[in-house]
């Protein structure tokens, strides 16, 4: 619902992962997990338990080259995200592969991928986007198989009129005995790895996500805070992806952060009126990490990720005074987390040594 935070689970151990901060999304896919409402399946095709409450997934048996697909007017050379959940047949042997991309009857495939069960991605027929690609375990599946998520980033060509397939049991080398159950399919703009969407008989476009609140202490009268939260888990090296911003009541002038650069893995500790200090480099995508940052009248701002060095700054002024809230995903509607944050603490004071600054929330 408009308005309730999401939280993110481990799909196979399902521990808390925390809240999802992420970008917003325009589906362009419709009945994401209402399988058999997708055109054009052959073959013998059955349907089971689907792995969202309300859903119908589809089990797809090879040799036949059965497909389903939905038509979509695309913009001309832009990438867009393909997804599927599919889980392995029941009874039966996965597939050579699972292929799905961008076609259209001339010229044929404009961009494609196939993911093995074996968890290895390909390039399919067509030109690939990027290498943007996700293989996410999910555990065993409603139907007794195991699950995956496959997703890659497929580019457009020339937009226009374009039909988005998918071959569970692929398009060549399936046999007899080999099956593959599709739960869900989607498409999206941009690049973006998002969590999956439900969505019915009319696309639909899903808000940036954000978290804002009051904040408990005065910045400057000294501040501590510490995070745990996990790296984005796509490359978006082009922009930050806003861990917490602290900010005035009604803008964002002044403002002092914690942010990443997600394709290099880097994590930054931002303060007016020009201060970007890096805190981490390396941290892998989608790799939770912790940190603090704080600052008081006698040691300035500070700030360490991972238990590594205490990066100290000085030279900077104080918070002004103007600094009221907190925004957990971005500070202005853009460039949110795109991953979890799992804890937040808040202390009133600054003055907490290096080395118990390197262990809060380790």
């Known amino acids: ?49 689907s792995y969202f409450s309300g859903g119908v997934a589809v089990e797809h048996f090879g040799p036949s080259s059965g497909y389903r697909s939905q038509q979509y007017t695309l913009a001309a050379n832009t990438s867009y995200r393909s997804d599927a959940i599919v889980e392995r047949g029941v009874g039966t042997n996965a597939p050579p592969h699972f292929l799905m991309g961008f076609y259209r009857n001339t010229p044929g495939w404009i961009s494609s991928a196939y993911f093995y069960w074996n968890g290895i991605f390909g390039a ?63 498409v999206t703009a941009g690049t973006p790895y998002h969590s999956p969407s439900i969505i019915g008989t009319s696309a639909q476009t899903r808000a940036s996500d954000s978290l804002s609140m009051p904040l408990p202490i005065v910045p400057a009268d000294g501040f501590t805070i510490a995070f745990r939260a996990r790296m984005p888990r796509v490359n978006n090296s082009t922009d930050t992806n806003v861990l917490f911003s602290l900010l005035p009541a009604a803008s964002t002038a002044d403002r ?13 500790m931002g303060m007016p009126p020009s201060g970007l200090y890096r805190l981490a480099m390396g941290v892998p995508l989608g790799g939770e990490f912790y940190g603090a940052i704080s600052w008081s009248a006698t040691q300035g701002y500070r700030g360490s990720v991972l238990g590594g060095a205490v990066i100290k700054v000085s030279t900077l002024p104080p918070p002004v005074a ?22 937040l603490g808040i202390w009133p004071h600054g003055d907490f040594s290096d080395d118990a600054m390197r262990g809060l929330l380790a």
Request: include cysteine; charge should be positive; charged fraction near 10%.
């Open 124 to 186: 399919g027929p067509g030109a690939l986007a990027s290498s943007g690609h996700i293989i996410e375990n999910l555990g065993i599946g409603p139907n007794g198989g195991q699950m995956f998520r496959f997703s890659c980033v497929v580019q457009s060509g020339e937009g226009g009129s374009t039909g988005f397939f998918f071959y569970p049991t692929a398009t060549y080398g399936s046999v007899a005995g080999q099956s593959a159950i599709v739960h869900y399919a989607c």
């Open 1 to 49: 619902a408009s308005g309730a935070p999401r939280f993110d689970h481990d799909p196979v151990a399902r521990a808390p992962r925390g809240v999802l901060i992420e970008a917003a999304a325009g589906h362009i896919s419709t009945q994401t997990a209402n399988i058999p409402a997708w055109a054009g399946a052959s073959g013998t095709n059955v349907n089971r338990t």
């Open 256 to 268: 002092i952060t914690v942010d990443s650069y997600s394709g290099v893995g880097t994590v930054w």
């Open 322 to 343: 103007a600094l009221t809230r907190i925004a957990l995903g971005s500070s202005a509607g853009a460039a949110p987390w795109g991953s979890t944050i799992k804890r």
